[in-house]
């Protein structure tokens, strides 16, 4: 049902957790994958791998692209300053 899959999206809680969404914003895509396999082990999820996380991320109407230099961004998130220690 409907409720059940609102309970339980755990990807919108990373999403409200970890990134600030709105317009404008990007962020590397490697990044994103980072900051979403500290927090899946910090909440007891099985990590994606980044081609799974992809997937979600463009299911949510973010967009992937490809800034100069070759760089690969997510555009419409970026994380929160909260999130940004990604060396643990």
Known sequence: TDSYR???DWFAEFLDNVCEVREGLQVPSADVHRAYVQ???ASSERPLT???LGILLRER???AAK???GK???T???LAR???NLDD
Do not use: I
């Open 72 to 74: 690969r961004v997510w």
């Open 82 to 84: 909260e999130s940004l």
């Open 67 to 69: 800034v100069p230099g």
């Open 6 to 8: 609102v309970d339980n």
């Open 50 to 52: 980044p081609t799974a």
């Open 39 to 41: 927090w899946a082990a």
């Open 76 to 78: 419409g998130l970026r």
């Open 61 to 63: 109407g973010f967009v």
